[in-house]
Every structure is written in structure tokens, then in C-alpha cells.
């Protein structure tokens, strides 16, 4: 049982496509996030919704658009894909309140865009 | 100067070795300090979380927090080469949904 699953693992696509990336996880949290970890295994934070409502927009450029069908997912689209965005997309889940330091990532998903 | 910074390595030790990995931040709100473990391919996991300053110990790991210092450490007893990963420290204000993690620091183990 994958408490935080994403998919897809690999994705290979050319430059200027439109693709998405899906998460889900099954632990009941209130809290799912997207980051990003670059070639150098920098790790930052995407977005981040809480109960649906979109609490964090670090600055990412409108190219990517997350979107919250219900608590328990917490998918990525991203249109007209650039090379830079070749990276690894992780999704994670977390509890709000005390004890919430735990934060659940999925496998991530390899993006190259070429 | 980024809010948090730890040095990326690569660090390469002999198996028994003690290791130690640290991170400096700026941001004096900090309360909770994290350890996460990443190996290759795979999506970080939590090792080890601190509140606020003071040690934590937990089989061979070891977590200090000198918020005096705004430094932090991890260190690894005895390491074996299945610790052989990459390790990130993250930290987070208290009621604050946002956490930073440092750049992660690649660790091997030789036999």
C-alpha cells in the first residue's frame, strides 16, 4: 500500500507539449505539496494546498498549474514545457497540527523535456 | 544568502566511520528541525525531527539543534554503506505550512 503515489515515474516529452503528472495519496491529510529537486538535488517547494485552497504559490511561472479535485489529490499540469524543467517532481502529503512534521513523498516523477 | 544552507559534499567514508552532516540557516523563527534520508531514485523520508534546541538520539543517529548558533547536525555511529544516500535537512516556523530544505549532502559508505 504507497501512502503518497505519483504517475507517471518517467516521462520523456519534446519541448512545447503540454503534460501532467498525478498524485494521490491514501493517508488521510489535509495538507499535498509539489516540489521540485533539481540536478543538484536542491528541493523547493512548488505549491502547496490545504483542504483544496491553494496556500502556497512560490514563484513559478503560470506554465504550471496545480490542480485539487478533492483532499486526496493534488495533480500537476504543465503547458508548453521548456528544457528547464527537466527535474524531478515529487508530491507529498502532511497532517496540519501537532506531530505534522512528517511530510510523506511520493517516488517522484522524472521529467526530460528534449 | 539562502535561508538555509548545508554543503552538498560529496562525503566518502570507510564503513564504522562516525559521520557528521550539518546546516547553517538564517532564519531565527525556526523552530522544527528535520532529517530526511534520500536514496537514489527514491523520495525523501523522514529520519529524524527536533524541536527547538537540544539533542535527540535514536539508535545510531544522533540530531543537535544550536538555535544560539543557527546550526544544526546530524550524526551517524558506526555508518554502514546501506547509509550510503543523500541527506537533507529541512526546518519550519511553528504554525507555518512552509518548510525549507537545505541542498542535501551525498553521503557513501565504503566497505
Known amino acids: 500500500d504507497t501512502a503518497v503515489s505519483q504517475t507517471p515515474k518517467y516521462l520523456v516529452t519534446q519541448m512545447g507539449n503540454d503534460k501532467s503528472i498525478k498524485c494521490e495519496q491514501n493517508?488521510?491529510?489535509?495538507?499535498m505539496y509539489w516540489y521540485k529537486q533539481d540536478s543538484k538535488k536542491f528541493l523547493k517547494i512548488m505549491f502547496s494546498y490545504n483542504n483544496k485552497e491553494l496556500i502556497i504559490n512560490e514563484t513559478v511561472p503560470n506554465r504550471f498549474s496545480p490542480k485539487s479535485p478533492d483532499k486526496a489529490h493534488l495533480n500537476l499540469h504543465i503547458n508548453s514545457l521548456e528544457l528547464g524543467d527537466s527535474a524531478v517532481y515529487f508530491c507529498?502529503?502532511?497532517?496540519?497540527?501537532?506531530?505534522?512534521?512528517?511530510?510523506?513523498f511520493g517516488e517522484g516523477s522524472w521529467l526530460t523535456v528534449v | 544568502q539562502k535561508e538555509v544552507e548545508q554543503d552538498p559534499g560529496p562525503l566518502s567514508v570507510p564503513e564504522g566511520a562516525i559521520v557528521s552532516l550539518n546546516c547553517t540557516y538564517s532564519n531565527s523563527a525556526f523552530q522544527y528541525f528535520m532529517w530526511y534520508r534520500q536514496y537514489s531514485r527514491k523520495g525523501p523520508e523522514l529520519l529524524m525531527y527536533t524541536y527547538s534546541s537540544g539533542n535527540k538520539e535514536d539508535g545510531r543517529f544522533t540530531a543537535q539543534v544550536d538555535k544560539s548558533s543557527k546550526y544544526i547536525s546530524l550524526f551517524i555511529r558506526d555508518s554502514q554503506p546501506s547509509d550510503s544516500a543523500t541527506y537533507l535537512c529541512a526546518m519550519r516556523v511553528s504554525n507555518n505550512n512552509d518548510m525549507r530544505f537545505g541542498a542535501g549532502t551525498r553521503l557513501t559508505v565504503k566497505p
Open positions: 493517508l488521510g491529510h489535509d495538507t
Open positions: 507529498a502529503s502532511r497532517l496540519q497540527g501537532l506531530g505534522g512534521n512528517t511530510i510523506y
